[in-house]
């Protein structure tokens, strides 16, 4: 059966610090794969999703960036983190068909 | 573009009541419909589907049909428990190439014994 992982679970940095986020899936292969961001009392915002290695596209302008460097790993960085980048991060798999699974969630506090 | 409209919350309710979340949504093309539910400190899960009109995904208790005539996917459950406090998100799909996932702000939903 497919999984998805995400790590850290928790996470406070101070503003100006650098990030990164992992997610890795295993049981399937050639995922495409997505990173959302849910801000508190907000709803989700789709802020990446890949279809390939190597292969990013951005859903809207911001202070992040993502990377997939093998076919079941998908990072997001940042170089200087912002106040306003503190959030709910989740990052999610689908097989094509539509359906999408969800990883476990990263909680970021920048300070 | 794709939008989805879910009532506002939160949404308190009593232990065995009667739910409903109401749905709401515009889109090009046909797209498919989602519930997903996220339990406080977690990810989110997907709860049900439905993928054409007049479809009823179901799962837990739950159930939404999906109506083309009035673009809804109301949310429903019978006889609510404790457990099922937490948010719920409506969702739309248009295949194109890669599945993109529109979602609604979110349903808290909070039942007291």
């Known amino acids: 059966s497919q999984t998805i992982h995400q790590w850290p679970a928790t996470l406070v940095q101070p503003v100006g610090s650098p990030l990164s986020l992992e997610c890795t899936v295993e049981?399937?292969?050639?995922?495409?794969l997505y990173w959302y961001r849910q801000a508190a009392g907000r709803g989700l915002q789709l802020l990446f999703y890949s279809v390939g290695i190597g292969q990013i596209s951005s859903e809207v302008p911001q202070n992040l960036s993502a990377s997939r460097p093998q076919d079941r790993q998908f990072i997001l960085s940042s170089k200087k983190l912002l106040l306003s980048d503190s959030g709910f991060y989740l990052c999610?798999?689908?097989?094509?068909?539509?359906?999408?699974?969800f990883g476990p969630g990263t909680r970021l506090l920048v300070l | 573009g794709n939008s989805v409209t879910q009532m506002e919350g939160p949404v308190t309710l009593s232990e065995e009541a009667f739910l409903t979340i109401n749905c709401t949504y515009t889109a090009t093309g046909y797209p498919s419909l989602f519930w997903y539910v996220q339990y406080p400190g977690e990810g989110l899960q997907l709860l049900l589907k439905a993928t054409k009109a007049d479809d009823k995904g179901s799962n837990k208790g739950f159930e939404a049909t999906y109506r083309k005539e009035t673009t809804s996917f109301h949310l429903e459950k019978g006889s609510v428990q404790v457990s099922d406090s937490a948010v719920y998100f409506c969702?739309?799909?248009?295949?194109?190439?890669?599945?993109?996932?529109?979602f609604g702000t979110g349903t808290r939903l909070t039942i007291i014994p």
């Open positions: 999610a798999w689908s097989d094509g068909r539509e359906t999408q699974y």
């Open positions: 969702a739309l799909s248009v295949l194109v190439g890669n599945e993109k996932l529109t």
């Open positions: 049981g399937t292969s050639n995922p495409n």
